[in-house]
């Protein structure tokens, strides 16, 4: 996607020394556009766990890269396994994370050790460019939709809601929720986003923001709890929202907070569609209440708030009282009876053991 008309992916090798890895700081979000330079595997694990990087399929894309720089340092089986694991405990929730390391280490556990680093970066990098052509058809899949409700409204607009970031930031390129909106918003749709703010970090707030205001798409931010409201009085034509890992049977973990938009979207009959690269699918997982894991996150995320202050410095501030504890659940499980369908790479699907297996015969 273009940042001030200049193409950019959310990961990239450094073009010049052809090795170190560069992303963006989504730390330093909207108010800074920062690309930070990662040169060894620690930094790489530390981007993922601090959230320099975040979003499922791309801390998968990172970890990949991370263990091409690991391989720089040492390409011994024992440190390459060694600081796969490392990468593959910085982030619970997201299983596109341990899909990305273990379709790395297939890859390189039959490559000679002096083969290895040529052979992860190669590796890596087809991550990444299949990352970017899923996400493009999913928002090709999902622009039907989009379509669909233009038409129901007559050329008016239509406004989608979405939780929490799910755009370029957090893949490789296009994102998945918010690739049907470009897609819209490129073919002359007039598609307006209410954008869920996303307590507590406020991925919403300040990423998908900055993304859809960079590419010129209408959108506002709205409080966490407005999104009842707005499908109360006919304001969301439908929902469009991301996911960290989706079961066989068609449960949806995604950012706390999600289930609540499920439940409003059901209650006033407002379709509800989760976009998901067949990455973020668990075909070991059932019951996505029970066994996806919740990644539980500091308080301070809760208690405080973060933002830029008149003079441009940027400050964290208290909100709840010195002493009163607080709990960070970062993800919840949507259970599948709430989710309209699936957008993946391959088609739309019911959110159903049977959909899902329609367009993936290969996992039945
Ligand atoms: O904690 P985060 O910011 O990594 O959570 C990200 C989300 O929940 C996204 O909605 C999800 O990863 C989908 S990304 C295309």
């Known amino acids: ?13 450094d073009r010049e020394d052809g090795w170190s890895v560069r992303i963006f700081d989504q730390t330093k979000l909207p108010w800074d556009v920062e690309i930070l330079r990662l040169a060894d595997v620690a930094a790489a694990g530390h981007a993922i766990r601090s ?17 091409a720089l ?18 593959g405990a910085t982030r619970p929730t997201a299983v596109n994370l341990r899909w990305a390391l273990d379709r790395m280490l297939t890859r390189l556990r039959n490559t000679p050790l002096a083969e290895r680093v040529r052979t992860a970066y190669a590796e890596a990098a087809l991550i990444c460019d299949e990352d970017a052509a899923q996400c493009e058809a999913i928002g090709t899949h999902g622009l039907a939709l989009i379509e669909a409700a233009a038409r129901v409204k007559a050329g008016e607009r239509v406004n989608v809601l979405t939780h929490c970031n799910a755009g370029w930031l957090a893949t490789v390129d296009w994102g998945t929720a918010l690739a049907p909106i470009y897609k819209a918003h490129d073919a002359g749709i007039d598609v307006h986003v209410w954008v869920d703010e996303t307590r507590p970090r406020n991925q919403g707030a300040a990423l998908t923001a900055w993304e859809l205001g960079r590419h010129g798409v209408a959108h506002t931010v709205i409080a966490d709890n407005a999104g009842g409201h707005l499908m109360q009085h006919g ?6 929202v991301g996911t960290d890992r989706v079961t066989r049977t068609g449960d ?3 950012k706390i907070g999600t289930y609540l938009k ?13 976009a998901c690269p067949s990455t973020t699918i668990d075909w070991s997982v059932a019951d996505g209440v029970a066994d996806i894991p919740i990644e539980q996150r500091a308080e301070a995320e809760v208690a405080a708030v973060t933002g830029r202050t008149e003079d441009g410095s940027i400050a964290t ?10 709990a960070n659940p970062a993800f919840d499980v949507t259970p599948a ?13 019911a959110a159903t053991a049977d959909g899902l297996r329609t367009l993936f015969p290969e996992h039945a």
Do not use: H
């Open 1 to 13: 996607m273009k940042i001030d008309g200049k193409p950019y992916r959310s990961v990239w090798v």
């Open 51 to 67: 959230m320099q990087v975040r979003g499922a399929p791309l801390i998968g894309a990172v970890a990949a890269y991370g263990l």
């Open 70 to 87: 690991a391989l720089r340092a040492d390409a011994s089986t024992e440190a390459m396994e060694r600081d796969a694991a490392m990468l």
């Open 235 to 240: 304001e969301v034509d439908l929902v469009i």
């Open 252 to 254: 949806v973990a995604n």
């Open 262 to 274: 499920a439940l409003a979207a059901k209650d006033n009959d407002v379709p509800f569609w989760v």
């Open 317 to 326: 501030v208290r909100v709840a009282p010195l002493g009163s504890p607080a």
């Open 337 to 349: 009876r709430l989710v309209s369908g699936l957008i993946t790479e391959r088609g739309r699907c």
